[in-house]
């Protein structure tokens, strides 16, 4: 039997979000990892996060409140500090990037996870900060694990003296959302295409808008439904008006039951994203009986394999006639989601910690 191990999970990304796919990240490994003989421990004080549910409280809210989250911050990594004081740990396995984890690291290896080079590919005048943080965690890590083929090559790229063999590819798993609900908030269309998440620069959500304009015309029972993201800024409701679809195109934020609602109640699930370093909707919406059309670039061909249906990054046309099949033939449509249920159950968090365990295992030395 091998031997335990002790890994720790610092407070970075339970900090910066409430929700999100970084913190799900962590949170899913660790609710995995006492089947694999390993002990891991998430590190956080005055946290509010969804995926630890012992700090989604008010005490999170107040402690903000009386110290202001950037103390909270701080506090967590003086508290950080004296756990790795007290404790020794094999691996550290910090939840983003901030350098102060290698400055504590002891004896300790440490492995990062690389879930995309988005800041340096699409935000290069503005996030140097981050880059410069995310450079540091590649070069003085142990290990990396990359959540995709194309991220691996993209860190390669960027940085080509990093040894291809520090970096291990693999993949996420397929969070399952709660049990459907439909929204109460907002009356639901009876026939929509779904947007989900950002809309901004790479991730292109007006594209959609005005990819499917003359379909929207020459339909007019179909809506195009865009879910989180945040209110429609003014540019944005000035373009859709530009558009003239200022009745047929919607937006809103759910929660995860309603969200999963609509997955599976719409025509379509539509991802134009320039670039993802994995593409976790697209298996949210496999796993709710939801055709998916995606771009073909970075890594959303590697998740949605043969089930989902691609267009080239320009090509509005494709996009339109991809839409209009899925509506227009039902046969395609459900062979569509057929693939895509096969699909989703690539994906799992079992293996996806099965793998990370290999990684850690190899860098204290134990032979598999």
């Known amino acids: 039997m091998l031997d335990k191990i002790n890994v720790l999970y610092d407070f970075q990304m339970f900090w910066h979000q409430k929700f999100g796919g970084v913190s799900r990240y962590h949170a899913e490994l660790s609710n995995i990892s006492k089947q ?6 998430i590190l956080t004080y005055g946290v509010k996060n969804f995926y630890l549910n012992r700090n989604l409280n008010k005490s ?9 989250r950037r103390k909270v911050y701080l506090l967590n990594k003086i508290l950080t500090k004296k756990q790795l004081n007290n404790k020794h740990y094999d691996i550290i396995h910090p939840t983003w990037y901030d350098p102060y984890i290698f400055d504590l690291k002891g004896n300790s290896k440490i492995v990062v996870t690389i879930h995309d080079m988005i800041h340096e590919l699409f935000w290069q005048d503005t996030q140097q900060d981050e880059i410069v943080r995310k450079r540091e965690a590649i070069y003085n890590s142990d290990a990396i694990i990359a ?6 090559r993209d860190i390669l790229k960027l940085y080509p003296d990093i040894p291809s063999d520090k970096i291990s590819v693999i993949y996420h798993g397929t ?24 809309r901004h620069d790479y991730k292109r959500g007006m594209f959609v808008a005005k990819a499917l304009k003359e379909l929207l015309e020459k339909y007019a029972d179909i809506k195009i439904l865009y879910i989180g993201g945040g209110n429609f800024n003014k540019k944005e409701l000035q373009y859709i008006e530009e558009l003239g679809l200022t009745n047929r195109i919607m937006q809103h934020d759910v929660d995860d039951q309603s969200l999963a609602y609509l997955y599976a109640n719409a025509i379509c699930f539509v991802y134009p994203s320039l670039y993802e370093g994995f593409g976790l909707p697209i298996l949210e919406a496999f796993d709710n009986n939801c055709p998916v059309i995606c771009a073909n670039n970075s890594s959303l061909p590697e998740v949605g394999g043969n089930a989902a249906l691609y267009f080239d990054n320009e090509d509005a046309g494709k996009l339109a006639k991809a839409v209009e099949m899925l509506f227009t033939d039902n046969s395609i449509r459900q062979k569509c989601i057929e693939l895509g249920r096969i699909r989703c159950k690539e994906f799992t968090w079992e293996k996806c910690f099965e793998e990370t365990s290999k990684v850690y295992r190899r860098m204290i030395g134990e032979m598999l």
Request: charge should be positive.
């Open 36 to 41: 694999y003989n390993i002990n891991i421990d």
């Open 60 to 68: 999170a809210d107040l402690l903000a409140l009386l110290i202001g």
């Open 175 to 198: 969070s399952h959302l709660p049990s459907m609900k439909k929204p109460s908030n907002f009356k639901v269309p009876e026939k929509y295409i779904l947007f989900v998440g950002g």
């Open 147 to 152: 959540i995709s083929e194309n991220t691996k």
